[in-house]
């Protein structure tokens, strides 16, 4: 190795740092517009699998607003509202965040929730995913009437919903975040869809 | 060194995970099926054979007092670089990896090798090097994958589609039918325990 001077060495460090920061950004720049096109797809995916296409004729991706911590993505037809989507996570699971999709019509009917993403335990509490049972299907059409009632609840809790073999945490998580989430809407539906006044 | 000798010291007399024990938290963590393994395993090797020939090549520019900073800048970078190819082109393996290929940063089998060998040998020895810790790494990733999945899951191959693509959907073996799983294999736990014993079956081979 060659003799060094400080101000060699910092030379050196510059010129490496200069070239590897060249290369890092020519791959950035090669990549960009694949990446977004790849996350706006995964997003249009997820919000098909809780709505179906079929039911709505804008852009939910594209049609979101925020209130109060939640995402939510907005599905009209002819521009009259017919749903909405709403993102949101429960710190109530487990371990780690629990985080899931809620599809609502405009009357505060469930159509359909799925996990987007958790960290439960593999075997046990990972059965809220649909890959692992249809434990989450359950909430299909469950009306906002329901959730108000003392049977929305896993059944440990006196309530109406299974919870799994050697894990009531997890579902409790999910069951409880649906029903603020029912909530939520109900609440803020006029603020979410200000067309319906 | 000759080349037989370079892998055969990557493959088996100094593999990374089983003789160095570098890199094991990417390898425990990892490995709870075969397809996350063999992926992680792919860029862990793509990231060693780039990070080798990078700084044997540069090895006469870089001084004794910075060659630190710089293998780790230059690590850094090509991670970064093989994060984003991967983010762009294989976007579900991304997701299922997650953290783990940042994190490959951290497996100090890379760092070993550049200190050890590509900061003191030739350009083509030096990708040898990569290649062959890196296939020593992957192998042994793929067995603790392969051992875990069977045991958690009863299957094999599943989701093999995240890395070949869709006409790979149907590669999943049901190796047995109706199987309850063992969670203890799908846990972290699981994997240092099969990790052992992986070690103290190569030591038996290796010392017979």
Redesign the interface.
């Known amino acids: 190795m060659p003799t060094s001077t400080p101000l060699s060495a910092a030379v050196r460090l510059a010129c490496f740092s200069f070239i590897i920061i060249g290369l890092v950004s020519f791959v950035f720049h090669q990549t960009k517009n694949k990446i977004i096109d790849n996350e706006r797809e995964a997003l249009l995916q997820s919000l098909q699998s809780v709505l179906p296409k079929t039911l709505y004729d804008n852009i939910p991706s594209e049609d979101l607003i925020t209130l109060k911590n939640h995402t939510i993505y907005r599905a009209y037809q002819k521009d009259t509202p017919v749903a909405a989507i709403i993102k949101s996570t429960t710190t109530q699971g487990y371990s780690g965040n629990i985080q899931l999709l809620t599809a609502l019509d405009i009357t505060g009917t469930i159509l359909d929730v799925r996990i987007l993403d958790h960290k439960e335990t593999p075997g046990l509490g990972d059965k809220i995913e649909l890959k692992k049972s249809n434990w989450i299907l359950g909430f299909q059409h469950k009306t906002l009437a329901e959730m108000q009632q003392a049977q929305w609840a896993v059944k440990r809790d006196q309530g109406s919903f299974d919870q799994f073999t050697g894990a009531t945490i997890t579902p409790r998580a999910v069951v409880n975040e649906v029903k603020k989430i029912g909530l939520f809407f109900q609440q803020y539906k006029l603020q979410i869809f200000p067309q319906l006044k | 060194m000759t080349y037989q000798q370079i892998l055969e010291n990557g493959l088996w007399k100094n593999n990374q995970a089983l003789v160095a024990l570098l890199g094991l938290c990417p390898l425990l963590a990892v490995s709870?099926t075969v397809i996350n393994s063999l992926a992680l395993g792919i860029a862990t090797t793509l990231t060693l054979i780039l990070s080798n020939g990078c700084i044997s090549l540069?090895?006469?520019?870089?001084?004794?007092?910075?060659r630190l900073?710089?293998f780790v800048?230059?690590i850094?970078?090509t991670v970064?670089?093989i994060e984003?190819?991967m983010?762009?082109?294989f976007?579900q393996l991304y997701?299922t990896l997650g953290i783990f290929i940042p994190l490959i940063v951290t497996n100090c089998a890379i760092i070993g090798r550049a200190e050890v060998f590509a900061s003191k040998n030739k350009f083509i020895p030096s990708l040898l090097d990569g290649l062959a810790m890196g296939l020593g790494f992957s192998f042994v990733l793929v067995i603790l994958g392969g051992v875990r999945e069977i045991l958690?899951s009863g299957r094999l191959f599943s989701q093999a589609e995240l890395l070949f693509g869709n006409y790979a959907k149907n590669w999943q073996t049901i190796i047995v039918d109706d199987y309850s799983?063992l969670?203890l294999a799908?846990?972290p736990a699981g994997s240092f325990i099969a990790l052992g014993l992986l070690i103290a079956l190569k030591n038996s081979l290796s010392n017979a």
């Open positions: 709870n540069a090895r006469k520019t870089i001084l004794p007092e910075i900073p710089l800048l230059i850094a970078g970064t670089m984003l190819l983010h762009a082109y976007y997701k958690s799983g969670l799908a846990l």
